[in-house]
């Protein structure tokens, strides 16, 4: 298991990203969560599996139909057992 926090930077705001992201996770078996932050980025915390991490990270880069991605900042972290399953959070 691994985890990793994103910010996503470019076209991801106002396109559906995070809910688009959190279907994906889900069907990816993935758990986390995911925000728009005010600066214009989408923030995620994912965590699973070294494969499905891999395959979201790629989805990620795509995201959904009018988004366009221009970088992905991903920062290693500590996996949380506390988390179960994916959520779309608040903006901060």
Known sequence: MIALQLVIRGRVQGVGYRM???GAAIALGVSGWVRNRRD??????VQGED???????????????????????TLARDVDPAIDGF???ATE
Do not use: F, S
């Open 20 to 22: 688009a992201m959190t």
């Open 40 to 45: 214009g980025t989408v923030e995620a915390l």
């Open 51 to 73: 494969a499905a991490i891999e395959r979201m990270l790629a989805w990620c880069w795509r995201g959904p139909p009018g988004a366009n991605v221009t970088a992905i900042a």
């Open 87 to 89: 959520v779309c959070r």
